[in-house]
């Protein structure tokens, strides 16, 4: 069994873990940081809310750390991205947290909010850059940060950082980045449509997965609601009278859709906010801290906050509109049942979102238990023998993608290498979170010693479905065309 102790980080960071009430590392943690600590490629996959922060994280801090550089004015040494602006600064206030005990200078940029003290920060010399890549660039462009002195680029959400919304910024931001670095890509989904520009971007990497990509979390109990579109109101009011409904994030495809649900909700009497890409930052921020503080029982959302956002204690998460990407419902649906957590899940679909649900159950392997019982139950749409039709829709954009000139990009490897990496003890038994403590938002220097220690990571048997069944051999080969070498090499054995 893997300890903490035993992959080797420095007592000041192995302190720092210890407040945070971490005791056993989670499966992707052991299965990742010793490749990470020795400096290799890193793809990791594993389910929502099972620790991929610290995953990359830790080690990052324990070398930057033992190397003892001091921070230089606009030249980060190491560079982590993440798609949304929350999760850009929740990354940032994990290692805060993380690195309390070591003297490591860290800065969040990102975009909505002034430029002004991100280029101060930078001018005054730090670490570790966390960032969106669309500030980044613009701060780049102006000449006030330069990423020549980069040895660790990290992408969270890798998939969705590759995807079509992003790919273009990515190249530009890796292509400034020397080739001679150390990348880490990080998800919990890797579809096949993008995985040949994560090859692209890895050299000679160790994969490690704890289950197959778009596995969902073990914890979530999910449930599906046939509802007619002009019924999902009267279905979501109805379940808010269940008191056990106590912080409950709802996600709509559209901006206009999550402010309407939002009012219905205040009219309904519930407490509720909006979150999205329309809202100014601050408002944005402000709905993330009063649903984490219990301020307001609802969060309502677009996919801005589907993914990587882990706010303590979500009891249940609400598919008001089935996504459009299918990928997505397996993030929108791991805010909750997060570390030791349990939650529920439940998918409101009507008929034109057939097409949806019949593509989030082919990805997620699973068909998603339907439940009758509630007044609304649409019963046309459940026994519908038709062939799902495809509502028209547009590509998926999102994010802050910019388009642009074609970056240098990433480097392509040769061959390939994967661990078989299922470790022991994907499975989470336990009790839900101890409330309180993990607020997504706010402050980036948030932190220090005594907050609420979290339960620690069980360890308990693989036995079902977090594992899956080992991947034999070497992986097929990427889309990019690198030669497959199918070495299978297995670093962490102890913990396999
Ligand atoms: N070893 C550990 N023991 C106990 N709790 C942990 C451990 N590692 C991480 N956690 C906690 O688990 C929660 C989820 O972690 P994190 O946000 O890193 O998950 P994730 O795998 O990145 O999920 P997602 O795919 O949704 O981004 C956090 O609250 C974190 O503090
Ligand atoms: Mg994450």
Not at 198 to 226: F, H, I, N, S
Request: proline content about 5%; hydrophobic content about 35%; aromatic content about 4%.
């Amino acid at each position: 069994m893997t300890d903490f102790i035993d992959l080797k980080l420095s007592k000041p960071i192995l302190r720092a873990i210890t407040e945070e009430g971490y005791k056993t590392p989670s499966p992707i943690q052991a299965g990742t940081i010793p490749s990470l600590l020795e400096g290799e490629d890193v793809l990791g996959i594993a389910q929502t809310g099972t620790g991929k922060t610290a995953a990359f994280a830790l080690p990052l801090l324990h070398k930057l750390a033992e190397a003892q550089h001091k921070a230089i004015s606009k030249q980060p040494l190491a560079v982590i991205l993440a798609p949304t602006r929350e999760l850009a600064n929740q990354i940032g206030e994990n290692i805060q947290d993380y690195a309390r005990y070591v003297p490591l200078r860290t800065k969040v940029v990102f975009g909505g909010t002034s430029i002004r003290p991100q280029i101060q920060a930078l001018f005054r010399g730090i670490h570790i850059l966390v960032a969106t890549p669309g500030r980044l660039l613009d701060i780049m462009n102006q000449g006030h940060c330069d990423l020549s002195k980069v040895e660790t680029f990290i992408l969270d959400e890798a998939d969705r950082m590759l995807d079509m919304g992003f790919i273009h910024d990515i190249r530009k931001i890796s292509a400034a980045i020397p080739k001679k670095r150390q990348t880490v890509l990080f998800s919990a989904t890797m579809p096949a449509s993008v995985k040949g520009f994560a090859d692209g971007l890895l050299r000679d990497p160790v994969t490690v997965e704890v289950a197959p990509q778009a596995t969902t979390a073990e914890k979530v109990e999910q449930q599906l609601m046939y509802v007619d579109q002009g019924d999902k109101r009267a279905l979501l009011d109805h379940l808010f009278k269940d008191p056990a409904m106590e912080k409950v994030i709802i996600f709509t495809r559209t901006k206009h859709r999550a402010d309407r649900v939002t009012r219905n909700l205040i009219q309904a009497g519930v407490t509720a906010a909006a979150i999205h890409g329309n809202k100014a930052q601050n408002a944005r921020q402000r709905a993330l801290k009063a649903f984490a503080n219990g301020e307001t029982r609802a969060l309502v959302a677009t996919d801005v906050a589907a993914r990587g956002i882990d706010v303590d204690g979500i009891t249940h998460v609400i598919n008001f509109e089935l996504p459009n990407e299918a990928d997505s419902y397996i993030h929108r649906i791991g805010r909750t049942a997060r570390a030791n957590a349990t939650g529920i899940a439940i998918a409101f679909c009507c008929e034109e979102e057939r097409a949806y649900l019949k593509d989030i159950e082919k990805i997620i392997r699973q068909s998603i238990p339907m439940v009758d019982d509630h007044p609304y139950h649409a019963a046309d749409v459940a026994n519908a023998t038709s062939k799902p039709v495809r509502p028209v829709q547009g590509g998926r954009g999102g994010g802050g993608g910019r388009g642009g000139a074609k970056g240098g990009g990433g480097r392509n490897s040769g061959g390939k290498r994967h661990t078989n990496q299922r470790p022991k003890g994907s499975g989470q038994g336990g009790k839900p979170h101890a409330g309180g403590g993990n607020n997504a938002s706010g402050a980036e220097n948030a932190g220090g010693a005594g907050k609420p220690k979290k339960n620690k990571w069980r360890k308990k048997s693989a036995g079902n479905a977090g594992g899956g069944k080992p991947r034999s051999g070497g992986r097929p080969g990427g889309r990019s065309g690198g030669a497959v070498q199918g070495g299978n090499r297995n670093r962490n054995s102890g913990n396999s």
